[in-house]
């Protein structure tokens, strides 16, 4: 009698996590434990309560009640449109499709039922590529690999956000696995439904998962081509047609039905805004027409020749959306697949060059938000394309480059999923401590650095002809007051100048309560001064800057090496702050 195999190391972890985190997402309580509302979270829960509750996708003061029932607020942030056949029907500008999926989780467990969505559908991409990477590798290397590329990024995070992040990344990696496992698949496999994953009825699967996800994502397009370009490739046209033609007409079918629902096949055009403070139905006197921020979305330019290159560096190495500290494991697949370049395969030609093509689009259609846009945590953009750089991963023994993005991943995202309710909510401390300081800042996206969510410590203003705006990356400054800023002792602050009109040079006054050893750098320039305690020192810096969205940016970064607390040295003060230095500014314009 032949024994009972045993069961798969990997699979038995995935039941584990989605026993463990389901349950978990079921019993907190979601709008405490998440912090309230964040990123476009107001439309995609509006839409899923309005399909679980009234059956439709139209808002309506009802929809506005129960949100505010909810959290004690309005829908901050949410994206609503007009309907082209009906003026006085209002209509949501984002896609309906995680919603339409999340509805009856909703309806039988409230907003936990997105979260709990978001837990299934991280662990059945877990299994799927563990699968995938079993193919390739021991069980223990393949464990390791998908643990570190999943666990070792930002992805996790993403799971708290009820918005269709998490949904977009399974959709796309459990689409490739549906396409790509019977390519790699063993010899003798007993395990899987021979039928669903070996057969024909495979490459359905995936061009449909992609279909989908192109729908709730555009930038998804593009991830079809290698399932189009492979059969081709094998001189198979029949097959390379059958998937191009589920697959349009998913997409299709999407955006047929947003124009059966709203007059217009685009949900993200027409009379399209956004709204903070005031809604449509929150009185007799809030329309449509008299709230709100217009943000239609109807056509896309290339743009991005001026800072194509720039951004490639901030796309690799960017402080708050690079991959390099959000998704490390992707660059260690990328440096693996290069040193056994002599055994790239078609079908890994095909993805990497699929890859390169969406990452490329973002950078020239959207050369100043290329991340996703409301300072996410990390580019959120390129969340969906993620997992398609899983499926490059060369066939292997070794265990370590899974060991290698554990320790490289985790050296950068440790800090941010310790807590990542918090991380998700205030993006903006994610990146002011540890190895996130020595990468270079987005000045070509200053208007989507995480900073901008938190008003204390942005667009502050200082000075005139020309008046500065001020974006604090750290608690290490405080915001102008009478004599100055000041900057914290022992400590290194950075702040981003966003000026229009351009300026020159930037003067820098110096003045501190002690003596100290100051270093200034301002667009890359370094000066390093010592000072004598209350005795000022100026010094000029050029300013060259970074042109972008209308306005000229650049970094003022200073740091100090002493400092005092005014309280303990004068007891007739109340400041108990730990000071460095006061900074003075002066932009010099061009006539200068």
């Avoid at 972890?13 to 997402?25: N, S």
């Amino acid at each position: 009698m032949a024994l009972p195999r045993p069961i798969n190391p990997g699979l038995l972890i995935v039941l584990f996590l989605f026993v463990f985190l389901g349950t978990a997402t079921v019993f907190i309580n979601p709008i405490q434990t998440t912090y309230g509302i964040k990123g476009d979270e107001a439309t995609y829960v509006t839409m899923a309560l309005s399909v679980a509750y009234d059956g439709n996708l139209s808002f309506e003061r009802r929809d506005l009640t129960r949100f505010w029932s909810i959290y004690q607020s309005g829908p901050q942030g949410i994206f609503l449109k007009q309907g082209s056949e009906d003026e006085n029907r209002l209509f949501f500008g984002k896609s309906f499709i995680y919603p339409l999926l999340a509805a009856p989780f909703v309806r039988l467990a409230g907003l936990n039922g997105m979260l709990f969505l978001n837990v299934l559908l991280l662990s059945a991409l877990f299994g799927c590529l563990y699968l995938y990477a079993a193919t390739r590798m021991s069980s223990l290397a393949a464990l390791l690999t998908t643990t570190g590329f999943l666990s070792a990024s930002i992805t996790p995070l993403f799971a708290v956000w009820m918005m269709p992040e998490t949904f977009n990344l399974a959709l796309v990696g459990i689409g490739y696995f549906f396409w790509l496992y019977k390519e790699v698949r063993p010899q003798q496999e007993e395990t899987v439904p021979s039928k669903l994953l070996l057969g024909s009825h495979s490459d359905i699967v995936a061009a449909l998962f992609l279909g989908l996800a192109t729908f709730s994502k555009p930038s998804n397009a593009a991830l079809i081509l290698p399932l189009l370009a492979l059969p081709l490739w094998q001189k198979n046209v029949p097959r390379s047609l059958r998937i191009g033609i589920v697959f349009s007409l998913v997409v299709a079918a999407g955006f047929g039905a947003n124009a059966l629902i709203s007059g217009e096949f685009n949900y993200q055009g027409g009379d399209r805004k956004t709204f903070y403070d005031r809604f449509p139905f929150q009185d007799t006197e809030s329309t449509f027409d008299n709230t709100g921020i217009s943000v239609a979305t109807d056509e896309l330019a290339f743009e991005g020749w001026q800072h194509l290159g720039r951004n490639m560096v901030y796309f690799l190495f960017g402080r708050h959306f690079g991959l390099l500290p959000y998704y490390f494991p992707a660059l260690v697949i990328a440096i693996w697949l290069l040193r056994r370049w002599r055994e790239l395969t078609v079908v890994q030609g095909l993805i990497g060059t699929a890859v390169i093509i969406t990452v490329a689009a973002l950078l020239l259609l959207l050369p100043n938000t290329w991340s996703g846009g409301g300072g996410p945590p990390g580019n959120r953009y390129f969340l969906s394309i993620y997992p398609a750089v899983f499926f490059l991963i060369p066939i292997a023994r070794s265990v370590l480059p899974g060991v290698i993005m554990w320790v490289g991943g985790t050296l950068f995202v440790a800090q941010i999923l310790v807590d990542p309710f918090v991380a998700a909510k205030r993006p903006w401390q994610n990146a002011q401590s540890g190895l996130f300081r020595m990468l270079p800042v987005e000045l070509t996206m200053v208007n989507d650095l995480p900073v901008r969510l938190n008003q204390r410590r942005s667009r502050v203003p200082y000075g005139e002809s020309p008046s500065l705006r001020l974006n604090y990356l750290d608690e290490n400054a405080w915001r102008p007051e009478e004599p100055g800023i000041w900057v914290a002792g022992r400590a290194r602050t950075d702040i981003v100048i966003r000026t229009a009109p351009p300026v020159l040079a930037l003067d820098v006054t110096l003045r501190s309560p002690v003596s100290n050893t100051i270093t200034v750098t301002v667009d890359g320039s370094t000066q390093r001064v010592e000072l004598q305690a209350r005795e000022p020192v100026s010094l000029r810096l050029p300013v060259e800057g970074v042109h972008a969205s209308g306005a000229q940016n650049f970094i003022l970064a200073i740091e100090t090496t002493e400092g005092i607390v005014p309280r303990l040295e004068n007891s007739r003060s109340n400041d108990s702050r730990f000071l460095g230095v006061l900074v003075n500014l002066e932009a010099i314009r061009g006539e200068n």
